[in-house]
């Protein structure tokens, strides 16, 4: 059985990384989506918020599992039984940084292999800080990120919104 | 059983390319190495040359198969029964045109996903035009390429060598 | 009145070309769609089977004009009085050949602006070699081009499938 | 009337930022500099600081306004009419951001373009905070920004230049 | 007499750095390690220690000296009689900021060169903060640094290592 | 006494290549500017032409010394007692080929170091087949090259340009 890890801080998740655990669902045994967690950078969601918005978003696969993990993430994906780390390619911008990573967790393990998916067209330019930015601007984001996603960002940002109307 | 191709001109193949082999052999249950042949574009070493270099430079691995094939990428894939294609992803420049023809390929026919994998840091600069240039100007490409790729270029250069020399 | 010229090879025109020109003809007085002649690079089309493609394609705009020329860019927007060249940007690559092509443009002559235009997300990877490549090898290239570039490009490259099937 | 709208941070205006200006007041027929109001993000100049410094700094040009804004780009533009965003581009670090800021605003308002333009040479590696930095290292930025930045940065630097000497 | 300057933060410095020095010492009569003092960046190691490590790690060359400044970097090159600024690239993210910074510099005074040394293909993707998010997230870092450096990195995080394990 | 060579195809040298030879012969005891011959690449001027054109060009520097080579550059730079191999930097373009070939040149000896140095930014996007390009077209190259190079252009080009005028 091929299970692959894919890791991210998912703050908030968006149809873009959905696009990318469909495609590694249906190419591997089992896929286990990660939630860093990095305690030095502030988040929008809490660890706990991101994994339940995960779950319910990715309900519909069966061999998607959502964790989360602290510490390497080569290690977690050592301890995990993964063959391979996931990620997602979107923009040029984010290739280097993936290749510096990759080649770390390689020399860190060379048992662990990374892989990288290309996310669908429609979500190439979309990312987790776009997305809290056009929350916090009043912009629409309802059809870039899951439903329960958008729930979620409403509540957080409702508050904001009519502050900034008065 | 998870089928992958991995596509390419390999004139002629180099360590890096083996490096890739090695890895999606590792990954998935059968490698297809389809050397993509192109009438328009002068190649070094016939397509039967390069079939049979890599044939031999491929031994080892249980699972992998060489063949060669014509016309849409995507189609020979679907043709094999292929889940994905596979691609060795060297340096920035490469990103590019792999993200474009991954993006066409898509476009052609969305069962077929296209998968990144690095090679090794040791081969992230190398290539075949590299190797071609290299031999052409006389320099020592014997730990670029596999032992039988040396010994062809060795035939195809040596009179040449000589040539200048004189 | 602001006059743009839009210039290019197009060859063939796609709908990325298109969706440029749509977007210059909402923006500026004129649009003038400019075939570049260059006589030392091979193409697929002629030149006067590009104006005539690019002229049934650009039927619905009134202010939207076909034209080829020779020579520099700037020489030949200074003659028909345009104020800026146009330029559509579709990915990474481009920049930097756009960039400095636009940089001497500007010392060749200061009167005349380069602006850039960005294509829609959908043709954002589009371009006519690829197309040409498509052609081909056989793909299907019906929704890159308008349906003239596509009656044409069957025209041109049917025998070629044809002698390939047999 | 063609209006469009310039938005940046302009924290201090630079002779990039008036290339731009002026380029942009000979292409349309009004230009709009808009000083986007960001609370999260800490700044050397205040908004209102800002919007003076630009005003005195365009003086010269009659159809150059200077504002200032909250919320989404596109929907401040959408209220002053505008048919365009207009945004300048130095380098190649620049471009990426830029696409898909500019593929986020279509997104939110298809009837709004941007388009690109081009600071001459002499200011293509010029940013307001290679300015910052170079002021508070004690640089010389007088040839970087206009007459009244300069003035302003004198004010804001010198207490600090001063306690270092001692 | 040739004497270079090789300006960074050196938090903490690296096997790439050392590399460069080394390379740098074989090229050149003096090259003379600068620590840059940043007030406003916090950093994980002091300047004294960044100095001390510097001295321990490159006791073997005798025409390398090590020092720590203030202010811009040209300004401390000029009074310390260098004829160049030394930079060393690793990957393409470098290369741009580089540039630019060595425009600037050559903007301040036009009588010092910057030049780029490349550092070994096996430092290519190494930086000091990739090395101190390995120790934070308790990787293994020791082929990464010289010696000094990495006891030092194990005297900082033990502690927290231990908390994270209880 | 240190030497270094600074390889090109210089067809023809331009403002650029005479920027970064009068850098680095104020930086060295000697710098050997050296045409690479090229069978295989067609090229506008012969290699006579180009160290004739180059050799007039320098006359002014006693350090700098003109020739032609053929082979691997770092076997050349080996013979000739070079300590190191000079490349200009002009965009971001070139780097990527620039480290690769130093990769490359590094593995074939590792005594040879290359280093690059930036030219001005007058000359930041100029490049040989910009000004080849730009004479065919009958643009103004006047100030892009040496007055040398500026009269062997016009007698190239200029029975071309009174054929297309005709």
Known sequence: ??????????????????????????????????????????????????VAMLKEATLEWDNVEVDSYRGLTVKYALQRGASAIVRGLRVLSDFE?????????????????????MTSKEYAFLSSSAVRELAELGGDFSDLVPPCVSRKLVEKFSARWRGREE
């Open 97 to 117: 940084n993936e290749y510096m990573m990759a080649l770390m967790n390689r020399k860190l393990d060379s048992g662990i292999e990374t892989i990288f998916m």
């Open 1 to 50: 059985m091929r299970i692959v890890v894919y890791p991210g801080s998912f703050d908030p998740p968006t149809n873009g990384h959905l696009d990318i655990i469909e495609r590694a669902a249906a190419l591997f045994d089992r896929v286990i989506v990660a939630v860093a967690v990095n305690l030095r950078k502030e988040a929008l969601f809490s660890v706990e918020e991101r």
